[in-house]
């Protein structure tokens, strides 16, 4: 079992940064993909990046602006955002899973709470 919480969301204005934090229990977390999507009010959940090793993919949409890591020996994956634009407003939450990297959130087994990202003009 694996729990993983989230920290690091709020209000940001056009143009600024944040960093987000996702800490994770268990003694395999090296051995996780870890991914970060996204949810839009009103839209449907999207995949923003995701690191498996040390091997990164983004989505093309923040691609440049975004960066995915991780520290094993915290058992926490982070996801700067740089350049945040208004349209990056949802809840970013991370999610864990075993096996390689998947774009589809219905692959993931652990999931955190969430955290909300707000970007104002």
């Known amino acids: 079992q694996v729990q993983l919480v989230e920290s690091g969301g709020g209000l940001v204005q056009a143009g600024g940064s944040l960093r987000l934090s996702c800490a994770a229990s268990g003694r395999t977390f090296s051995t996780y993909t870890m991914t970060w999507f996204r949810q839009a009010p009103g839209k449907e959940r999207e995949f923003v990046a995701s690191?498996?090793?040390?091997?990164?993919y983004y989505a093309d949409s923040v691609k440049g602006r975004f960066t995915i890591s991780r520290d094993n020996a915290k058992n926490t994956v982070y996801l700067q955002m740089n350049s945040l634009k208004p349209e990056d407003t949802a809840v970013y939450s991370c999610?864990?899973?075993?096996?390689?990297?998947?774009?589809?959130?219905?692959?993931?087994?652990?999931w955190g709470q969430g955290t909300q990202v707000t970007v104002s003009s």
């Open positions: 999610a864990a899973r075993s096996r390689s990297v998947s774009w589809d959130q219905y692959e993931y087994d652990y």
């Open positions: 690191i498996r090793w040390s091997d990164t």
